[in-house]
């Protein structure tokens, strides 16, 4: 781990600060946040291998994250979930963004997890019937399945699909995701409870 910058170095102390983390960065750093990636590009404040490093923060230091196609870059996703629900302040808020699964970006070799729109439920409230679910997380809003290919206009032919997706979430991932596949996830979450979790795995 490297600290690039003086703002990376000084978040570490979260006393009467808002500190949000723009995790997996890259050169496209949100304004306001610290950016942590595994490259020294432009806008980097912290270098960090999420595979073998931890965060460098105390738990409930944290109150916003945003992690935009980076999950799915990290074979160790599922322990990295508990990273992110480890080091949020009880009410703070994350927003993932991954490629969605059967999309052909999906399949880049640097991609080594593949989530669905059920995927962040092991976290979540009443989102899994484990009976060691740890649901430190609520969604704010549901997971949301985007046709988002071009970002533009050329999009609009898609939005009816968009539509029956979101609606109609599990008949499109068990009836229809590899055949009509969408390009993106998207998951908002708020932590609901402290972290208290002893993991062992």
Known sequence: MRFLTDEGKLSLDGRDRIIKLDIGCNIRKHNGYIGLDLFPCEGVDIVIDLEKENL????????????????EHLANAWEFMFEICRVLKVGGNVQIKVPFYTCVTAHDLGHKTFINPFSMGYWTKGGSTSPNNPAFLKFTSPPRI????????????????????????????????????????????????????????
């Open 56 to 71: 460098p923060y105390t738990n409930e230091n944290i109150d916003e994250i945003i992690m935009h196609h980076t999950l």
């Open 146 to 201: 985007k046709f988002n290919y071009f970002k533009d206009w050329r999009d609009i032919p898609l939005k009816p699909f968009e539509w029956f997706a979101n609606t109609f979430p599990k008949l499109y991932v068990f009836g229809f995701a590899y055949i009509i596949p969408a390009f993106e996830l998207e998951f908002n979450l708020e932590k609901i409870k402290d972290y208290d979790w002893k993991f062992t795995a």
